[in-house]
């Protein structure tokens, strides 16, 4: 079975300073990677994923992630953050094999921006 | 404004009671995914129907069904409630039946007192 960790649960950070969100996933098998957004009231919506190919992954709103196979990682970046970006990120998996038919979210990564 | 449409957004009711929350997936997907978000388990997967037939399932109680209609839509039943069923019920679609593009819906937020 696979497994995500979020390391971490809360992480502020002030305007404009570059911000990191880690996730680290265990499998036996190869795996698609995901990170998705929930602002307040709202449900989840998709930042960017990783399926193949290069392991820069660029997605909305000025983030990106890198897949780190070696590490098995796939920490979510940007480089100057704004006050609307303050949500809950979820890193997700998804086995390879399975037809890709349901996703195994991390516990999620609270961000908080301040002025 | 993602296309899949939740109802109803908030409902309180009482233990041992049964419930239906109803689920709209975007015009055009044929999956349905239900996935449960609570505050000590996370985001959990319960179940998923593609074209009207179960597709895979998730740590779905016995005390929950659901199903999808051949208008597509997809009702989740949840029964014999518990306090600890208080979470915020998402839906979600695709096209495929695949994750790759997945829709999510803003919720249903239960509540059991």
């Known amino acids: 079975a696979q497994s995500v960790t979020q390391l971490d649960s809360q992480v502020p950070v002030f305007e404009e300073a570059p911000v990191e969100l880690r996730c680290n996933y265990s499998?036996?098998?190869?795996?698609?990677l995901f990170w998705y957004v929930q602002y307040p009231n709202q449900g989840l919506q998709l930042l960017l994923k990783y399926l193949s190919g290069s392991t820069l992954v660029k997605g909305i709103n000025g983030f990106e992630a890198e897949f780190n196979k070696s590490q098995t990682s796939f920490h979510l970046r940007k480089p100057s953050v704004h006050i609307s970006d303050t949500a809950e990120y979820f890193c997700?998996?998804?086995?390879?094999?399975?037809?890709?038919?349901?996703?195994?979210f991390g516990s999620g990564t609270r961000l908080q921006v301040q002025p | 404004d993602s296309g899949v449409t939740q109802t109803p957004k908030h409902l309180i009711t009482a233990t041992g009671q049964r419930v239906t929350l109803r689920c709209s997936p975007r015009?055009?997907?044929?999956?349905v995914y239900w996935y449960q978000q609570s505050l000590d388990q996370g985001l959990q997967f319960l179940i998923q129907?593609?074209?009207?037939?179960?597709?895979a399932k998730g740590n779905i109680l016995e005390r929950f069904s659901a199903q999808q209609f051949p208008d597509l839509h997809s009702e989740l039943n949840l029964s014999s409630l518990e306090l600890g069923d208080s979470a915020l019920y998402f839906c979600?679609?695709?096209?495929?039946?695949?994750?790759?593009?997945?829709?999510f819906g803003s919720g249903t937020q239960l509540s059991v007192l």
């Open positions: 499998s036996s098998v190869s795996v698609y």
């Open positions: 129907y593609y074209n009207g037939e179960e597709r």
């Open positions: 979600a679609s695709s096209q495929t039946g695949s994750v790759e593009k997945l829709f």
């Open positions: 015009s055009g997907d044929l999956s």
């Open positions: 997700a998996v998804s086995l390879m094999d399975t037809g890709r038919r349901a996703l195994t």
